[in-house]
């Protein structure tokens, strides 16, 4: 039982990260908010935003009736959404979900080039050599991956529901091709105790975070509950006191006695945090620098495109910002991603899972 990992696939060395937002866009974002409001009310559309959206924009979906979530929960909503324009204020694979899960709907990015580096280093020609090499395995897909990568798997799978699936399949006897995460892969392999045979892609922002730098933070904070992204390093899950997706994270403080927390993930999921629980004490976990500077900074770069100004001209010019995705792909990447859902609704239920699912 174990990992082993891919090797000779192409992972990006340098993954062409765009500018960091400066303060004055920033600010200048603020005062857009009632314009922002405004346009989505009189265009009667239902804004998803991720928690690693800035403050601004989470404020704005809760101000317009819209939603927040991790990135299965946000799937979810825009199936479920009764507005034919959806707006996903993320990273491209959860504006290409959305049109998955529901093509006739016109799904709107604030930002079509909202990368993920996952999604980056999941390269499909060499995946589809891959899969052909291990045809006994189940290919599971993480949901940071394209609408043409889904296409081709078996399972799709986000992070809160990860562990369970691979515990499902070592139920029913399959090994799993796991792609692209390194680390969730390893987190899986020891969690699931599975054979995974599994992609070397990296998140950039989680990927930074420092094992032994956060050994020494837990010794300063004592008290303090460590919660950690399984996008992580191992040496930092080693440390956690808690796993799990940022949904889950999130409703670990809320449940939780403690009163100070290291969390290793990106650092605007804080926005919803300390709105929930404005009296606990947060701590960002130490993330690795170069030359003095950190690497990330626990923001993600691309999650930042996502401004007020770029989803007010997305809301007034729909074409220029629409998904679109080939319908055979669609047609066949709808299947793994309701496999999904399935599996997660049959979990949330609590029935015994079949073995054919
Ligand atoms: P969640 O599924 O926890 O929302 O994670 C998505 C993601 O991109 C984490 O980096
Ligand atoms: Fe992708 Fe990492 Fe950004 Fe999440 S934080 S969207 S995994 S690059």
Redesign the pocket.
Known sequence: MGLHMIQGVKIPEDFNLPQRACSAHIEQDALLFDKALETIKKHNVFLIA???TSDIMQRLAEASGGFI??????ARAGRDSSCDTIAVA??R??GETAKILSPHKTIIMPDLSAE?S?DLCCDIEDLKRVKAEHKNAVLVSY??TSAQVKAISDWVV???LAVELADYLKKIGKDILWVPDKNLGSYIANSANVDIYCWPGK?I??DAFLGNSLKYMKDEHKQAKVLV???SPSDVIELADFV??????LNYVKASNASEFIIA??RNIFYKIKQACPEKVLYQAPIASNQGQCISCAN?PW?ELNSLEKLIKAIENPLDFCINIEQNVCNEAVKPLNRMLNFSALLKSGKELPLDL
Do not use: R
């Open positions: 991720h928690y690693y979530g991790d990135s299965l929960e946000m993320g990273v694979f959860m993920c996952l949901a940071n986000t992070s809160s998140c922002v989680h992204h399984p996008e799990g997706s940022t949904s889950q994270i993930t990106e993600c999650m």
